[in-house]
């Protein structure tokens, strides 16, 4: 055992056999053509703008990687050429992620895994959960009243057991090809090489007022003055990588005991507001394999199937009835006029959000804690329900809508209150042996809980915890006392917009998509609008990405600004609609299989990228 741990160590001292040398550790992403705007976030919306850039489009003939920075999907690419599998270039695209794209995900949060390995799909389940000390009572103040979100986002408090490292393991057991201590190699040499601070990174870490107040992250991102490192800025991070060596090493167990996870504990703990975490909350953590939620959908004349994410997950189930209830709208039909959604199309649109956005805040939790209507989560997008349901759907905007009930389900749960909803990045990855995979991965908000991991004070970085807790309802009941589906109980896994999403040819049963997209709660309405560009409007991947963004999270309709024509706005509010204009500031990714290659799309609005051959 210590000769084989030393071999492992001198190998990632060096080159790893088998992958061709990392990435340079350039280059900087560039500024956008348009200057970012410092404006206040809306509700719902996790990361603040950096500008709008252009993106080229892609296509790949065999193999593709598409992620949120460069660098993470240029990684990704190697592994596949030196024969990894989707699932290998998945892992090292990750840890490249968490490294030049901290604000978003990381070994510090979780993550949603969809996995197609040419039979079956299987969705791997990495959300965080909540310590076994935690209870309903979490979020509440000593009057009984919910603590301000903002107080319990930076707080110890919000911290759940982290699971994305554990899931990768699991996903790697079933589908790697290459050694798990190989994946790592990039990103290790990455973090102790270098990156260049890209303009998204340097404007995030400007406009945040809270991550200056931990002291591992102020002496790892900003300056002695406390602004952050210019752009262009060569920014290394020792502790990361050791921390990568050690789960090279050990794998998930470097993060469930030891010294990173005693940090972990530690990080949570020191806090006017301290988490429950403990060491044996770390050790019990365990990844789930899970069954999809797949659904038959029909667009542009064509039977597909469509899978996404279960529970805990919502955005499988509201990005399904979304699509399935356009489907059955005189909208389903329309064009795009003047290269947009026309107002009369958004109407639509937003009421079947509406719809499925009641239905979401009334049913769907951890459903290890909670049971499926009618005893399965695909009652809520079987055909008959979506045919009641769309039935609610007229010419102007409903005065109320409320949860449905599929299978005459008894309504037992209290809906949960609005609340914010933050985080993530997306990536798809697929192979040359035709295994295609969607994963959307997560520390919930903008540098998660603000609080930074290290092992060792005078080594600089470490990586960020998330505040995935938060995630959970506030309030537990309502006035009556009925239980919110989605409140805090320990082991319970909080309830997530994340919507990966697969999709195949009803006939032959062929991959034709991957696609998926951060942005809290708006991941639902991101992630609709891409399928439908691409499966109804028939749109080039990047040209689905690019449309410009909508949505609502059952109040206001939010339209992107400055993208659409005033006159869109009038037409909507005649038709009873609030809308709102604001930064609406997605990172789609998305790869669609056409004409016997894989075309790919990233996000104008962050700085995404596909690599691939």
């Known amino acids: 055992m210590v000769r084989a741990t030393l071999l492992v160590s001198l190998l990632l001292a060096g080159c790893t056999a088998g992958l061709p ?17 410092a404006a206040a976030l ?25 992620a949120a920075h460069p660098l993470a999907a240029q990684a990704g690419a190697d592994v596949l ?21 901290p604000q978003s995900s990381g070994i510090g949060g979780g993550a949603f895994l969809l996995h197609f390995d040419g039979r079956r799909v299987v969705a791997y389940d990495g959300r965080e959960t909540a310590p076994a000390a935690a209870n309903e009572q979490l979020f509440l103040d000593a009057e ?51 990156f260049e601070v890209s303009h998204r990174l340097h404007t995030l870490l400007a406009l945040d007022p809270a991550l200056r107040q931990d ?66 909350d770390l050790r019990r953590y365990e990844p789930k394999r899970r069954a999809p939620l797949c659904h038959r959908h029909r667009a542009d ?70 049971p499926a209507p009618a005893g399965r989560w695909g009652s809520l997008l079987d055909a008959d329900y979506l045919d009641q349901r769309a039935r609610l759907i007229g010419p102007q905007r409903a005065p109320r809508v409320g949860p449905g009930r599929p299978g005459r389900t008894t309504l037992s749960w209290a809906p949960m209150p609005d609340q914010p909803e ?54 537990p009941r309502d006035a009556q006392g009925l239980p919110v589906a989605n409140r805090v109980e320990p082991g319970k896994r909080p309830r997530s917009s994340m919507a990966p999403t697969l999709v195949f040819d009803e006939r032959s049963g062929e991959p034709l998509l991957t696609a998926g997209s951060p942005g809290g709660s708006f991941i639902i309405p991101y992630t609709a609008k891409v399928l439908h560009g691409v499966l109804q409007w028939g749109l080039h991947p990047q040209a689905a990405v690019d449309l410009p963004n909508f949505g609502t999270l059952g109040g206001p309709l939010v339209l992107e600004g400055g993208r659409f024509p005033a006159a869109t706005a009038d037409k909507l509010r005649q038709r009873g609609h609030t809308v709102q204009e604001g930064e609406l500031t997605s990172g789609a990714q998305a790869l669609v299989r056409r004409d016997g290659a894989w075309l790919g799309g990233a996000d104008p609005r962050r700085e995404g990228a596909v690599a691939g051959d």
Do not use: K
Not at 21 to 37: F, I, N
Not at 439 to 464: C, D, K, W, Y
């Open 422 to 475: 933050w985080g993530t990045s997306h990536l798809g990855v697929v192979d040359a042996q035709g295994h295609v995979l969607a994963m959307t991965t997560t520390i919930e908000a903008a540098f998660g809980s603000r609080r930074m991991v290290t092992t060792q004070p005078a080594r600089a970085g470490g990586f960020l915890l998330n505040n995935e807790l938060t995630d959970f309802s506030f309030s």
């Open 81 to 101: 050429r030196a024969g990894g599998s989707a699932v290998d270039a998945a892992i090292t695209t990750q840890l490249v992620l968490g490294l030049v794209e």
């Open 42 to 66: 809306l509700p719902g919306v996790p990361e603040a703008a950096s500008g709008l850039g252009a993106q080229p489009g892609w296509r790949h003939e065999r193999q593709a990687v598409a």
């Open 301 to 370: 004349g064509r039977d597909l199937r469509i899978c996404g994410f279960p529970p805990p997950g919502s955005g499988g189930v509201a990005v399904g009835q979304m699509l399935g209830l356009m489907a059955r709208t005189p909208a389903a039909a329309w064009p795009l006029q003047d290269g947009r959604p026309s107002a009369e199309w958004l109407h639509f649109f937003t009421e079947a959000s509406r719809l499925a956005m009641a239905d979401r805040g009334q049913y769907l939790a951890d459903p290890d804690f909670v």
């Open 21 to 37: 040398p990392a990435p340079p550790p350039t280059p900087a992403v560039a500024a956008p053509a348009s200057p970012p705007r």
């Open 144 to 194: 009984g009243r919910p603590l301000p979100f903002e107080q319990a986002v930076v707080s110890g408090r919000a911290v759940g057991v982290p699971g994305t490292v554990a899931m990768l393991a699991l996903a790697h057991r079933d589908h790697g090809r290459l050694p798990w201590v190989n994946l790592f190699e990039p990103a290790i040499r990455l973090a102790r090489e270098g």
């Open 215 to 280: 002291p591992v992250a102020r002496a790892y991102f900003y300056r002695a003055d406390g602004t952050p490192h210019p752009v262009g800025h060569r920014l290394r991070n020792p502790e990361y990588a050791e921390v990568l060596r050690q789960i090279a090493i050990l794998g998930p167990r470097a993060l469930q005991d030891g010294p990173v996870a005693r940090a972990i504990v530690a990080a949570v703990q020191r806090d006017p507001l301290p988490g429950a975490m403990t060491l044996n």
